[in-house]
T-cell receptor
Framework: SAVISQKPSRDICQRGTSLTIQCQVD?????MFWYRQQPGQSLTLIAT?????????ESGFVIDKFPISRPNLTFSTLTVSNMSPEDSSIYLC????????????FGPGTRLTVL | AQKVTQAQTEISVVEKEDVTLDCVYE???????LFWYKQPPSGELVFLIR??????QNEISGRYSWNFQKSTSSFNFTITASQVVDSAVYFC?????????????FGTGTRLAVRP
């Protein structure tokens, strides 16, 4: 499996501000995804991060709120814009490596609290 | 639409007991994959197993075993001789083929507490 790191690991932010979360993988991967896990809840897919093109968003998530970049095969960022307390969640990136077919491996997550 | 149901919200057992976590799924796909992940208190999701829809053989890995029953759309997970370190939230997930790649649909998770 790949070694996946996320920065920051946690943050406390004021409402109305934005936070950019980074996901770095130690090897090239075919797919990168961003998930949200609200407190005590399951994981929900936000979007698929596409290299060199716009991300593919799931229903209920929009680019203006969650802009995503993926400039290369090992790095992606998710920005949570104009935050409100309802955005308090764990944000996780996941990757699929070509050799592992569709097994998704997850990063350690970013725990966000919005005051 | 895909759906994964984990009816057990929380389970509490005493160390060394066996415990089974249930997972029932719904899909219209003929080819699909099922997964189990473990989320310990640290929050990181740990991949445990992937099983494709054409392979109904049960799998055993140490104290872990998985029972895939296509006829009942279930993919249950058993921990034998549970240990305190098994305490975590366990998620069952189902993959769906999309043009942008495989999408995972997660169940709501089962919180397992193993008491010494």
């Amino acid at each position: 499996s790949a070694v996946i790191s996320q920065k920051p690991s946690r943050d406390i932010c004021q409402r109305g501000t934005s936070l950019t979360i980074q996901c770095q993988v130690d090897s090239q991967v075919t797919m990168m995804f961003w998930y949200r896990q609200q407190p005590g809840q399951s994981l929900t897919l936000i979007a698929t991060a596409n290299q060199g093109s716009e991300a593919t968003y799931e229903s209920g998530f929009v680019i203006d709120k969650f802009p995503i970049s993926r400039p290369n095969l090992t790095f992606s960022t998710l920005t949570v814009s104009n935050m409100s307390p309802e955005d308090s969640s764990i944000y996780l990136c996941s990757v699929v490596m070509a050799v592992s077919y569709n097994e998704q491996f997850f990063g350690p997550g970013t725990r966000l609290t919005v005051l | 639409a895909q759906k994964v149901t984990q009816a057990q919200t929380e389970i509490s057992v005493v160390e060394k007991e066996d415990v089974t976590l249930d997972c029932v799924y719904e899909t219209r796909d003929t080819t699909y994959y099922l997964f189990w992940y473990k989320q310990p208190p640290s929050g990181e999701l740990v991949f445990l197993i992937r099983r494709n829809s054409f392979d109904e053989q049960n799998e055993i890995s140490g104290r872990y075993s998985w029972n895939f029953q296509k006829s009942t759309s279930s993919f249950n997970f058993t921990i034998t001789a549970s240990q305190v370190v098994d305490s975590a939230v366990y998620f069952c997930a189902l993959s769906e083929k999309k043009s942008s790649g495989d999408k995972l649909t997660f169940g709501t998770g089962t919180r397992l507490a193993v008491r010494p």
